[in-house]
């Protein structure tokens, strides 16, 4: 019986000694599987991150790439700008050069209209008697040809007016073509820097990505922040790039819709002041840019200002500053809508930025004639009336006519 308890025993300790070598055994071959899983993801982690690592460089160089074509594309901007700015500046000297040759060429209507009308008045007497008056042939001859010379020389002036005129409107419309085709390569650069920032940015991104697999995670976060602010600025580039897109086809759309000649204007004559000329806005003596010497306001404006800017609300009545004939009511760049009035004697007067034009060239005003309204069209900061006079071809200080 005991014999059999002892045998019961042992039989019992192999069963538990088995139980704990299977339980050992076990515990063993998955601490080798895992060891090996935990080796072959390390192998793979360390391939992963060489890969990284090329795709990072590789990124880097592309961004370098880039940044490269995009310091070339603000250069060449940078240059059209300047062509655009230059070009501007040979059309307001053209649009100066075309007042005076239309101003020219109304002066010499004016004298020999006057001419015609006396000799229609007066008849051919007054000839008959200088012919008649002649000590000889020869100087009966000499007469009758200065007589006819004074009419040739009236119609070949006017003629040759007439030419000047057409050649600088051609000469205008020629650099008017050209800025405007200046203007579209601007603007396609201008799209293409566009381009190369969203490219630019999106290698940022892709780098930051990149390093973010690789660095810690405090790293990684100021990378990202990186890329984000990156973006951003991007963004924000565009935005900028696209706003001011927009303004500038708003502008030029309001600056066409407004250079339509339109009718309109009171019929009541407004003078004021003891001047050689009534103040063109009456009530509205705040000057907001003297005469001379100023900083430029906007880009492509002169430092040398011709005029007196008048500050008024946009729709304000311009009044002539005196009796005489228009010789331009239209549309002139930098000046916006533009009315220039020839008052004879070597004076003319120059009213620009209006939002709407009452008169057309060849009318004849009176001094106080309601011509215009005060607006802020072409190189403007605000509504204004700049009104300007030009004696014998060079401004002078409109204060001393008020």
Same mark, same amino acid.
């Given at each position: 019986?005991?014999g059999?308890?002892?045998t019961?025993?042992l039989? !019992?300790g192999?069963?538990c000694?088995?139980?704990v070598?299977?339980?050992h055994?076990?515990s063993a071959?998955e601490?080798?599987?895992e060891?090996?899983?935990?080796?072959e993801?390390a #192998?793979?982690a360390?391939?992963?991150?060489?890969? %990284?690592?090329?795709?990072?460089?590789?990124?880097?160089?592309e961004?370098?790439?880039?940044a490269?074509?995009?310091?070339?594309?603000?250069a060449?901007?940078?240059e059209?700008e300047?062509?655009?700015?230059?070009?501007?500046?040979?059309?307001?000297? &053209?649009?100066?050069?075309?007042?005076?040759a239309r !101003?020219?060429e109304?002066?010499?209507?004016?004298s020999?209209?006057?001419?015609?009308?006396?000799m229609y008045?007066?008849?051919?007497?007054?000839f008959?008697?200088?012919?008649?008056e002649a000590?000889?042939l020869?100087? @009966?001859?000499?007469k009758?040809e200065?007589?006819?010379s004074?009419?040739?020389y009236?119609r070949?002036?006017?003629?040759q007016?007439?030419?000047?005129v057409?050649? !600088?409107?051609?000469?205008?419309a020629?650099?008017q073509?050209?800025?405007?085709?200046?203007?579209?390569?601007q603007?396609?650069?201008i799209e293409?820097?566009?381009s190369?920032?969203a490219?630019?940015?999106s290698?940022?991104?892709e780098?930051?990505g990149l390093k973010?697999?690789?660095s #810690?995670?405090?790293e990684r976060v100021?990378? %990202?922040?990186?890329?984000?602010?990156?973006?951003?600025?991007?963004?924000r580039?565009?935005?900028?790039?696209?706003?001011?897109a927009?303004?500038?086809a708003?502008?030029?759309e309001? +600056?066409?819709?407004n250079a339509?000649?339109s009718?309109?204007?009171?019929?009541q004559?407004?003078?004021?002041?003891?001047? =050689?000329?009534t103040h063109?806005?009456?009530?509205?003596?705040?000057?907001?840019?003297s @005469?001379g010497?100023r900083?430029?306001?906007?880009?492509?404006?002169?430092?040398?200002?011709?005029? /007196?800017?008048?500050a +008024?609300p946009?729709? =304000?009545?311009?009044? +002539?500053?005196?009796?005489g004939?228009?010789?331009? #009511?239209r549309?002139?760049?930098?000046?916006?809508?533009?009315?220039?009035?020839?008052h004879g004697?070597? %004076?003319? /007067?120059y009213?620009m930025?209006?939002s709407?034009? @009452?008169v057309?060239?060849?009318t &004849?005003?009176?001094?106080?004639?309601n011509?215009?309204?005060?607006?802020?069209t072409?190189?403007?900061t605000?509504p204004?009336?700049?009104f300007?006079?030009?004696s014998?071809?060079?401004p002078?200080?409109a204060?001393?006519?008020l």
């Amino acid at each position: 019986m005991r014999g059999k308890k002892l045998t019961s025993l042992l039989l !019992v300790g192999v069963l538990c000694f088995g139980m704990v070598f299977t339980s050992h055994a076990s515990s063993a071959s998955e601490a080798k599987k895992e060891a090996k899983e935990a080796k072959e993801k390390a #192998a793979k982690a360390k391939e992963k991150s060489k890969e %990284l690592k090329e795709q990072k460089q590789q990124a880097e160089t592309e961004k370098q790439s880039i940044a490269v074509q995009l310091d070339t594309l603000l250069a060449e901007i940078s240059e059209m700008e300047e062509k655009i700015y230059n070009k501007e500046q040979e059309i307001i000297q &053209k649009e100066d050069e075309l007042i005076q040759a239309r !101003v020219d060429e109304n002066d010499q209507y004016e004298s020999m209209k006057k001419r015609i009308k006396y000799m229609y008045e007066n008849g051919n007497g007054q000839f008959v008697e200088i012919l008649f008056e002649a000590k000889d042939l020869s100087d @009966f001859l000499n007469k009758t040809e200065y007589i006819s010379s004074i009419s040739d020389y009236d119609r070949d002036m006017l003629i040759q007016y007439q030419k000047i005129v057409k050649e !600088v409107e051609e000469q205008e419309a020629a650099l008017q073509k050209e800025q405007e085709e200046m203007e579209g390569m601007q603007n396609e650069l201008i799209e293409k820097q566009g381009s190369l920032e969203a490219l630019l940015a999106s290698k940022e991104s892709e780098i930051a990505g990149l390093k973010e697999e690789l660095s #810690a995670n405090a790293e990684r976060v100021k990378k %990202l922040e990186a890329a984000a602010k990156a973006a951003a600025d991007a963004a924000r580039k565009k935005a900028e790039a696209e706003a001011a897109a927009k303004e500038a086809a708003a502008r030029a759309e309001a +600056a066409k819709k407004n250079a339509a000649v339109s009718g309109g204007g009171s019929d009541q004559i407004v003078v004021s002041g003891n001047g =050689t000329f009534t103040h063109p806005c009456p009530g509205y003596t705040r000057i907001s840019s003297s @005469f001379g010497y100023r900083t430029a306001p906007l880009r492509g404006a002169s430092t040398n200002h011709k005029g /007196t800017d008048f500050a +008024a609300p946009t729709g =304000t009545p311009i009044y +002539a500053a005196a009796g005489g004939t228009v010789t331009s #009511a239209r549309y002139s760049g930098n000046a916006g809508n533009m009315i220039v009035i020839n008052h004879g004697g070597g %004076l003319q /007067t120059y009213y620009m930025h209006c939002s709407r034009i @009452f008169v057309s060239a060849g009318t &004849k005003v009176a001094k106080g004639q309601n011509i215009g309204a005060v607006g802020t069209t072409g190189n403007s900061t605000g509504p204004h009336l700049h009104f300007q006079v030009m004696s014998n071809g060079t401004p002078v200080n409109a204060m001393n006519y008020l």
